[in-house]
């Protein structure tokens, strides 16, 4: 399983201070919806030209517009960008459009959803390259649950890697591994800890698989 930390910081400054301590840990950088949204995908383009070795994940969370977005993503060097499961599945076909392009990947975040099973079927045969189970901040902050029995289900039902973002820490990372996720983003349990860089060498320990 792939680690990836999400930056949910709101400088690119603070950022790239983060990330010399945790780049070495970590297979995927992930640029956060909030942080695109303060400084642009200059983000983006400046994690890649730093750490041209790990995979740049820029969250975007396109909702309309699916290939415009996802291909100002990929211009901007991203290898993954992020469409809301939720959206209209023209604006779907459109990101996978400009997957398909630029050689990349388009991650359909699957927040929101009411009926994940139906709706991850769905997003198969549009041709995302991965689901992502998430239980967002907000949810977080209002008692939100795991979904580490969904990952399982899920895991059986489609072809496609699985990811898992939202409150994944220390001790919870071996469930999300054995549940069957390919990609594990893990935000505030590395960005937000008293030691950054001893969190991410802590997850990192804990993934058996690569
Ligand atoms: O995409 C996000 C919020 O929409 C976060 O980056 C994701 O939920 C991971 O953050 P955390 O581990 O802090 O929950």
Redesign the pocket.
Known sequence: MKLQV?I?LLSLEQAMNLLQDVAAYVDVI?A??PLIKQEGLKVVETFKKFFPDKLIFA?M?TMDAGELEAEMAFKANADFTTVLAVSNDATIEGAVAAARKYNKYVTADM?GVHDRVKRAVELEKLGVNYLEL????DE?AHGGVSRLDELQTLRGMVKIPLSA????KEDTIQQVEAAGAQIA?????IYAAKSPKEAARRIREKITSS
């Open positions: 999400s949910d992930e956060g919806t969250d969370k927040i998430h239980t967002g901040l977080q973002a939202g409150g994944i983003a893990v935000g505030a349990a």
